[in-house]
């Protein structure tokens, strides 16, 4: 079906605009003024009525299966205090009386007002004793249990941690906390058995949420194959490919070990018949943990403790192991990497595998968050690419200097410099560790303020960026993250049909009001897939 669009202010590249575009077969075939537009005869015409159009947006690394669970659990981020956690968990509990094992997410301590500390045991124990409950940190990186998950699991000190994990304990007691690894070997061991065919109904679900925001293709990290529940959702997503999918998912697959790696490599890596909107991506590595929880790994304690630099998620030489099978098999590595030495530990295993500081296989680094400028110099050297989310700013902004001192705080979150410095940067959002609201992201990259407009001038403002260095970082930058540069993040000739019409020209708009633009209409494949 031909599909013309006219009288409107597309974006094409920068400094490049155009009034019209026609969209045949779900790819763009012609673009030009609308005098050009009379010429391409036949199909439907869609009056853009002045608005600005802009490639479909490209989040470029979240958790969509996540995203879409997470609506199904107890919703924390609204709790300003332990007390606020109990009380949701307890409404929940009373709308789901059936509920065998209570999930909530989206909790963190820094925003409680009554004690700033990890939950534990015995706070849970005030929901219920009776069910297990797990509720997860907002960054996914901490958890805490309930007495009667830890009388289920049988969680002492005899209990065989994961390597990388930690459980926590007050004296030979265990208080509940759960650390990095043991995170997810936890939800391994009590996973919820959903069938691939309710994965598929979930994918589809927070997809349609996901285009409601312009969002037409994600890097997602939710298949840990070789995981406990890594047949489930790996058929989930097979499924999805089928279902008239809305949403183009590149996978950044998570592993259990080398072996694990190497099986799946011998098998046969890509499972996919449709990989325009299921595709088989980088392996995806954890080092480290986040900055709010204090496990990302540092060069120097945290200076508002310094009892710990952070987690080693992964030894420099596993590291190493995983990058080079990657390499040896053609896969790219992206890695979630946070705290400096984290970032350290990964630019040391991509260099053994680097050549010429040649980077054929894009191999990436996931949040690039505490850095020096030195760090930067080195991946840019190397050119290693850069996949951040500029809306942590929102919360990080006010810890960030407690946690590691003024100083390396006024180098991290460098947008401006990692774009001046010619790395690939592209722009995610992480979620659900925050929202997928692209608009709110952008607010972060270029104002630099939180979405309560914190503080006057933005928060080390010279690290601001352009309105279209930040399009461009969530469309164009973020497709060449996934080696699909010539085919979609663009709106040329032979690309995706996949755009985005917003209610205001977010070109010209003054930066403090960005926040207010509107997704108008969604399409992917030339197909209108959201419509306000």
Known sequence: MKKILKNGNIFVERDHFVSALCIEDGFITHVGSNEDATKWIGGEVIDLMGKT??????????HLLSCGLFLQKADLNNANSIVDVVKICKEFLAKHPDTKILYGRGWNQDYFTDEKRLLTRWDLDKITTNIPVFVTRTCGHVASVNSKMIEILHLDKSFDVASGGELGFDG?????????????QIEGLIGESLTGQDICKVLCEIAATANACGITSVSSNDMPIGSPGGDAIEEGFLLYEKSNPTLRINHQISFLDLETFNKRIEEGYNKSTNPSFNRYGPIKLFIDGSLGARTALMRMPYNDDPSTNGSEVLTQEEINSFVKMASENGIQ??????????IDNILNAYETVNTDGENPLRNGIIHVQITDIGQLHRMAKNKILSIVQPIFLHYDMHIVEDRVGKELASTSYAFKTMKDLGLNTSYGSDSPVESFNVINCIHCAVNRQDLKFYPDGGFYPDEKVSIVDAIEAYTAKSAYTSFEENIKGKLLPGYYGDLVVLSDNIFTIESKNITDIKVDMTMVNGNVVYKR
Do not use: A, Q, R, W
């Not at 159009?53 to 979240?62: A, K």
């Not at 030979?172 to 997810?184: A, F, H, T």
């Open 333 to 342: 590595c992206v890695t979630h990497g946070i705290g400096n030495l984290g």
């Open 172 to 184: 030979d007691v265990c208080n509940g906390i759960l650390y990095e690894k043991l995170v997810s």
């Open 53 to 62: 159009v802009v490639p479909g947006f490209n989040d470029s690394h979240m």
